[in-house]
């Protein structure tokens, strides 16, 4: 059964660097598009990034210049580096296999003095 599994978040102060890391299991990774969405408590999730299979990326305007999204295929593995992290960043984050849908568990973003 193919999962994805997200690690790297935490507690972090503003203007502080994190890097998420989401692994998944099974065949072709890299043949999909990834995003990594976020969601905060009565909040609907948020779209932040996505890579395609060619590597081509996309941001939504609030995280651009200070994230980065990031795959290695040889590691079934996407990256999101945040940098400059800003309390308004704090949200569990979530990867996800963008065409036939799958979601991973999610990792807690604080950021916070």
Known sequence: QVQLVESGGGLVQPGGSLRLSCAASGRDFSIYSMGWYRQTPGKQRELVASITSGGITNYVDSVK????IS???????????????KPEDTA??????????????????????
Not at 65 to 68: A, E, K, P, Q, S
Not at 71 to 85: E, G, P
């Open 92 to 113: 569990v984050y979530y990867c996800k296999r963008l065409a036939n849908p799958l979601w991973g568990q999610g990792t807690q973003v604080t950021v916070s003095s």
């Open 65 to 68: 210049g200070r994230f980065t």
């Open 71 to 85: 795959r290695d295929n040889a590691k079934n593995t996407v990256y999101l580096q945040m940098n400059n992290l």
